[in-house]
């Protein structure tokens, strides 16, 4: 019997947060309440930008992938506490990374992972949202993945 194949999408909604460092876009993936927006905020402390928060549409594009905040969504992250706040973002950024939340990450991770996201392969890596040095841990992941 033939292999079914299914077409790949072309879009795809993930639910997290995506800020942009130096216009390269990180996606941050968890379940609710392990520090996805608070990540996010750390990151645009340090200087990257919001993109979306809630959910972030997905799109390939040209052999890669662009995220942006769905329609009503755009400039608005939770603060734990504050509830939604208006905050400066860019539409749109290409992604290279995304990060996923755990509560006990893997000290030494054995081999590179990847997970498809509308079609195309995103390096992946795992981290505690909420230690201290997890900012630095994204930036240090990105620079990575960019060579």
Request: hydrophobic share 45%.
């Amino acid at each position: 019997m033939p292999e079914i194949r299914l077409p790949e999408v072309s879009s795809e909604t993930v639910h997290g947060a995506c800020v942009a460092i130096g216009g390269r876009a990180v996606l941050i993936e968890g379940r609710s309440g392990e520090g996805k927006s608070d990540l996010a905020l750390r990151l645009i402390d340090r200087g990257a930008a919001l993109v979306a928060d809630g959910q972030i549409v997905c799109q390939r594009h040209e052999g890669g992938l662009i995220a942006c905040a769905p329609a009503g969504l755009a400039g608005r992250i939770e603060v734990r506490g504050l509830g939604i706040v208006e905050m400066p973002n860019v539409e749109r950024a290409p992604v290279d990374l995304l990060i996923v939340i755990l509560d006990a990450p893997p000290r030494f991770p054995e081999d590179p992972r990847t997970r498809r996201i509308a079609g195309i392969d995103v390096p992946v890596l795992a981290l505690a949202a909420l230690e201290p040095s997890a900012p630095i841990k994204v930036e240090l992941a990105l620079r990575q993945a960019l060579q």
